[in-house]
């Protein structure tokens, strides 16, 4: 297996002049300031680039449209990356490819934005006709979409045939610090998972059955393994496909469900304060950590109780202990980390992953088919 190449060893002189595509994730709500984890993320790729000469094209998805979508444009993002970048950004409207493509080399900016690369036919099925359409708009590829490199899709993997490619800024630093992490976990270790998307991380929670210590549930796959134990979850969020995994894993010793929970109109919204007071000793606890998926529904005020009190508690545990290793990664749940309402800078000892789903997948030992593909690229 070959090593995956980095932008920060490429030289000035190598970048200057050359169109870069570089696919970032945006797969967040433009309208939330607490969202722009993901965006800020990316910057610093954007800034070398462009100081070294480079122009960007540049593309994410958002949601999970099937077709075109108001909502799930990526047109607002286009001020905001302007405003971080100091330069001038093209949004290229068109969601067909031989559109998209005629617009992208009419432009003469320094940064073209595309729309919703899931607006565009051929990008979830990893097709590679679209891969080499998207690469004939650049010279090189970088990939700086690390929530998104669990997914096979054009313009994460297939594209990588094409063009000579690399791990951007931000990637980077997610596999140096998830490796340090894989090597560093020590027990107690204790695994947090909660927020939607339980098919993701149902997978996750067997694979660290027999590794963690305690596996905290709350949010939708909390809710899976209630409805696995025949409790009824009324209108709540839960994944019926992943009921059968869950019933497997019932038993386990080291699984804790919540004991009492937050309800409104027949759904669970929240973990109620005795769980949270529960799960809060046992983080205390642990010397690892890892959290995924936010407890409750946390936008709204009475239902982000729990996860609140999470926050507090790997705060409160980073602070006690120092060598504690604390990894949180997710959209929604750095989302989440405005609850705490501080601007102060986070503890050296938590790593804040924009992944979600590819940080639980990584750090479960899984291939990612976005860093495999920058692995055997072109
Ligand atoms: C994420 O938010 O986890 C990534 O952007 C991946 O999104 P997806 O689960 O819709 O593929």
Known sequence: MKRVKYLSKLKSKDIAGKTFFVRIDLNVDAASPADMFRLDAIIPTFK?????????????HRGRPETYSTAESLAVFAPLISKRVGADVDFISAYRIGAAVKAIRASDASIILMENMRFFRGETENDPSFARALASCADMYVNDAFPVSHRK???VSAITKFLPSYAGLRVESELCHLDAAMKRV?????????GAKTSDKIGVIDYFKNKADAILLGG??????????GVSVGSSLYDEGAVKIAKKNLLLGSLYLPSDTITSSGKILDVGLKTSNEYRKIILASNSVVWNGPL?????????????????????LAKRKPDALIVIGGGETVASMALLKTRRKLPENIFISTGGGAMLEYLSGKKLPGISALQNAK
């Open 296 to 316: 409750g529904l946390f936008q709204k005020e009475r239902f982000a109780r729990g996860t609140l009190a999470m926050w507090r508690a790997v705060m409160e």
């Open 220 to 229: 939708g796959p909390a809710n899976t393994f209630f409805a696995a134990k």
């Open 48 to 60: 070398l680039l462009l100081r070294s000469g480079a122009r960007i094209v540049t593309a994410s």
């Open 186 to 194: 020590k027990h107690p270790f204790t695994l947090v998972i909660g």
């Open 153 to 155: 899709a054009a313009s």
